[in-house]
């Protein structure tokens, strides 16, 4: 069981949206967490009855040299292969975005294998190809240092981008194969989490290659550890990968334009705890979607100090439980714009 969302606004238009909520024809509290969620959003936009959401889904990919350690459920060449079923419109996320009126975005700073994407086809896809996919993290760093900022400069670039073109919220995603293992890396050196509680089942392994992939996990910490790794930005460099870099620079970029943003699940919220130990100030920004049943994600939560609004065992990635929450923002706003007052409606009030 995770906490309930819950929020104590911190700005005069988050007060303002709080009186406004005690106000509307409802008894008081008696929408729960979305009252919360509504007074959060004005908080966070400095505005006491925000417009409906601009959203923007952006979705990094990029490979694992940890692959080789048969990690796994699923083989390098899929990466590839869901980034042009992204750009198709074949993937959730793909759905998910054209039903909630996101703008998509997909960004390949280092697909091993990229599979040719017809012209026109779908979303956009940008390719900012740094490698061919991350060195293998048990045997060496994952990046150089330059390559790990390249990715994360390109990252806080989209944001940027996404932030000009007028998009008042920030969603990130996603797409790696053995990402989960260098997720749960970063998250015990960044999260002072113990091996066997940030290794999870990913795309769906068994009990042998779990034990496997949580030695595989404990003898990278103890290579970068040795290495005398130490600022966010060299573990990162050690452990995480190039779309978990360019995640990372997308979120700390975010909150750096005053862009709140609702977090997927475990390397997204990994990625989140990266710029939050480069950029504190990042953690004012960030909003949870949901719980994944990844299980090192409650613990990554946790240590964000985030409450997850749904919980509903998803373990997809890609942005797309962001995505499955994104109409509940969308429904707390629209209630707090426009239900009647009391007053208004000609109700009495206690
Ligand atoms: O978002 C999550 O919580 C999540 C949990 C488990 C798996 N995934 C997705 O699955 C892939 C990584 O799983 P794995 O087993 O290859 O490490 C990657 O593409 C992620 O988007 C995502
Ligand atoms: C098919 C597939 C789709 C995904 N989407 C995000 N991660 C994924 C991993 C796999 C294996």
């Known amino acids: ?67 080789v350690e048969d990690v796994s459920a699923f083989p390098m060449e899929v990466t590839g292969q869901m980034v042009a079923n992204f750009v198709a419109g074949g993937a959730a996320i793909s759905v998910l975005a054209a039903e909630h009126q996101a703008t998509l975005r997909v960004i390949d700073v280092g697909v091993a294998h990229p599979v040719p994407v017809p012209p026109g086809a779908g979303a956009a896809l940008v390719v900012r190809p740094i490698r061919a996919g991350s060195r293998n993290l048990l045997c060496e760093a994952a990046m150089r240092a330059d390559e790990c900022q390249v990715a994360w400069q390109a990252g806080a670039e989209v944001a940027r981008q996404l932030v000009a073109q007028g998009h008042t919220l920030l969603i990130g995603g996603e797409m790696g194969i053995a990402n989960t293992t260098a997720a749960a890396a ?42 005398g790794t130490d600022t966010p930005h060299a573990w990162l460099a050690q452990l995480g990968g190039l779309e978990i870099a360019a995640l990372a620079g ?84 629209a209630l707090h714009r426009s239900m009647a007052t009391f007053a208004e409606a000609g109700v009495a009030n206690q």
């Not at 106000?23 to 009855?49: F, H, I, M, Y």
């Not at 100030?281 to 049943?293: P, R």
Request: glycine residues 8%; proline residues 6%; hydrophobic residues 50%.
């Open 186 to 227: 970063l998250l015990c050196a960044l999260g002072d989490i113990a091996p066997e509680h940030a290794v999870g089942r990913g795309t769906g392994i068994d009990d042998a290659r779990h034990a496997h992939k949580t030695d595989v996990v404990r003898r990278a910490l103890a290579r970068a550890q040795a290495a």
């Open 1 to 67: 069981m995770t906490a309930p969302f819950r929020f104590a606004p911190t700005t005069p238009a988050g007060h303002a949206a709080q009186r406004r909520q005690s106000q509307l024809t409802k008894p008081p509290g008696s929408l729960g967490q979305l009252e919360d969620l509504a007074v959060w959003l004005a908080d966070r936009l400095g505005e006491a009855t925000p417009a409906r959401l601009v959203p923007a889904i952006a979705v990094f990919a990029a490979d694992h040299g940890v692959a």
């Open 250 to 333: 997308f979120y700390e970029e975010a909150g750096r334009q005053r862009v709140p943003v609702l977090l997927d699940g475990f390397i997204s919220t990994v990625a989140a705890l990266v710029a939050v130990r480069h950029q504190p100030a990042t953690a004012h920004w960030l909003l949870a979607a949901h719980a994944s049943a990844e299980a090192g994600h409650r613990h990554a939560l946790a240590v964000l100090g985030l409450s997850p609004l749904l919980d509903l065992g998803l373990r997809l990635g890609e942005a797309s439980g962001a995505a499955i929450a994104l109409p509940l923002l969308q429904a707390a706003l």
